[in-house]
């Protein structure tokens, strides 16, 4: 219960630490959230290139100050999330309009053949893309460094772990 109010009183914060219970459930909420509002989009007409690509934004941010401070909770530098998700933003933002739908409908080999020629940059972005996510991925389900950093006291562990960790 105390990782869900965390998380709800943190959205926008990118200092400190964050413990993995954290991540999760800003990471379920995300999901939630961006299937709600997929659904009133649908129900409503809207387009849903625009409804994505809105959300992705809205929900990129957020998640991107959270896995900052997970990687703050492992001592590391938050530089590389922010580069991920600038890097996840561009392929959002170009992707969508890159002809995918009219080469999966049709039955037209030479279209699907120009379409992979012709996106060859999407589908390279793409696969960095997954791979560096992955990378993050990995980060932040490792466990919390028990010891105080220069991001702070560990949220999991406290300061009376911290000094019998250091003292052992």
Not at 33 to 49: D, H, R, T
Not at 95 to 122: C, K, M, Q, W
Not at 139 to 164: M, Q, T
Request: aromatic fraction near 12%.
């Amino acid at each position: 219960m105390e990782a869900i109010t965390h998380c709800g009183r943190n959205l926008t914060n990118f200092k400190g630490r964050a413990r993995r219970s954290e991540l999760w459930w800003n990471f379920l909420l995300a999901v939630i959230m961006q299937v709600v509002i997929e659904v009133f989009a649908s129900l409503f007409f809207l387009p849903n290139n625009v409804t994505t690509i809105l959300t992705n934004i809205t929900f990129l941010g957020w998640m991107t100050a959270v896995t900052v401070r997970r990687f703050h909770d492992r001592g590391m530098n938050g530089t590389i999330v922010y580069m991920v998700a600038a890097f996840t933003l561009l392929v959002d933002l170009t992707f969508p309009y890159s002809g995918l739908e009219a080469a999966i409908a049709t039955d037209d080999i030479n279209i699907r053949r120009n379409f992979v020629v012709d996106n060859t940059y999407h589908i390279f972005a793409m696969i960095i893309n997954f791979v560096l996510n992955i990378i993050i991925f990995v980060v932040c389900v490792l466990d919390s460094k028990p010891e105080p950093n220069k991001y702070g006291i560990s949220p999991k562990y406290g300061e009376e772990d911290a000094e019998e960790t250091e003292n052992a």
